[in-house]
């Protein structure tokens, strides 16, 4: 939310309020390192298993474009606490149960911290009286621009990863 408030205030010209409190530079900065550090763990954890390959690569039983798929699936997985993962993979290894655990943990624990910072950041500032130009957040247009956001922090995050893996197969089926 604060994402999408932040970048549609720029957009119409003003300063970003949310909840009658502006949101600056510091809020933005905490909000995009917390929407960051999910993707960035999954994808840390895929690159260091595909750049190691006697740990991560030795499991796969589908080389190639499917078992860059089970990796990144696997760590994604792991970051979402889901637990499940292609079965191409041979994922009880020592390598798998601490990477993914890593993973596991820090996906879990590091987003706390930024909604907290963020919500002690805001409490210290001042209330500003809503006006013509404040953008309400009880809308849908604001449920579209939150849905863009999301959307396009998403694409830029994994599809590049989803190239090598998934659309790279579909492309050179036979």
Do not use: C
């Not at 080389?63 to 009880?92: C, V």
């Not at 910072?117 to 006006?131: R, T, V």
Request: aromatic residues 12%.
């Amino acid at each position: 939310i604060i994402l999408a408030v932040f970048i549609s205030g720029l957009m119409v010209g003003r300063t970003p309020e949310f909840l009658g409190k502006k949101v600056e530079a510091r809020e933005m900065k905490i909000a995009m390192m917390i929407a960051l550090v999910h993707p960035f763990l999954i994808l840390v954890g895929t690159g260091l298993a595909a750049a190691f390959p006697h740990f991560g690569a030795a499991t796969l039983n589908n080389p190639g474009f499917h078992g860059f798929s089970e990796i990144l699936y696997e760590y994604t997985s792991s970051s979402a606490n889901n637990g499940s993962g292609f079965e191409g993979l041979g994922d009880n290894t020592v390598w798998w149960n601490i990477s993914t655990g890593f993973v596991l943990i820090l996906s879990r624990f590091l987003p706390i911290i930024g909604p907290v910072a963020i919500a002690g950041l805001m409490a210290q500032k001042k209330y500003i009286p809503e006006s013509e130009g404040t953008l309400k957040t009880d809308t849908a247009t604001f449920g579209v621009i939150i849905l863009t956001v999301i959307l396009i922090v998403a694409a830029l995050s994994f599809f590049p990863a989803l190239t090598l893996g998934s659309i790279a197969e579909y492309l050179f089926m036979n």
